[in-house]
């Protein structure tokens, strides 16, 4: 997944989770919204 990330455009990212379980946060900036819609099409 890290390696699809730069492949797709990803230059930063960072990932959380509520410490109960119950959420899961996700920042992400993208260069352009065609490689990060094609990361989440592959993932």
């Known amino acids: 997944m890290?390696?699809?990330t730069?492949?797709?455009g990803?230059?930063?990212h960072?990932?959380?989770y509520?410490?109960?379980g119950t959420a899961f946060y996700?920042?992400?900036f993208w260069?352009?919204?065609d490689g990060a819609?094609?990361?989440f099409h592959e993932w």
């Open 2 to 4: 890290r390696d699809s």
């Open 6 to 8: 730069l492949v797709h």
């Open 10 to 12: 990803c230059r930063f």
């Open 14 to 16: 960072q990932a959380w």
């Open 18 to 20: 509520a410490d109960d």
């Open 26 to 28: 996700a920042l992400a």
């Open 31 to 33: 260069e352009t919204r």
């Open 37 to 39: 819609s094609s990361f």
